[in-house]
């Protein structure tokens, strides 16, 4: 997710709202090859977006650079993590 990328994840993410109601959601990313700081700024948002609402974002199978990214910056404190697409269903279930 980089400069180029982001646009297309900005109207894809603003689609998915509806009103009323905690908004749930869960980002899997595992075929996340690269990620520059247009790619955290939209991670930035949809958390923002989310938390904003009252709702919860877990993010799934963050591939080890995403993660280096997220811990260098300190958002990795900001963001809740899972293992799974199942776990996270079921964590949120939970909510």
Known sequence: M?????????AQIDGLWTPGGAPRLILELAE????????LGALVYVFNQV????G???LVAV???????LRISGLDNHFEFGESVEQAVLALGAA
Request: one cysteine or more; hydrophobic letters at 35%.
């Open 63 to 69: 591939p080890d650079h995403l993660r280096r990214r």
């Open 51 to 54: 938390t904003s609402a009252g």
């Open 32 to 39: 996340l090859i690269f990620c520059d700081s247009a790619g």
């Open 56 to 58: 919860r974002l877990i």
């Open 2 to 10: 980089d400069f180029h990328g982001t646009p297309a994840f900005y």
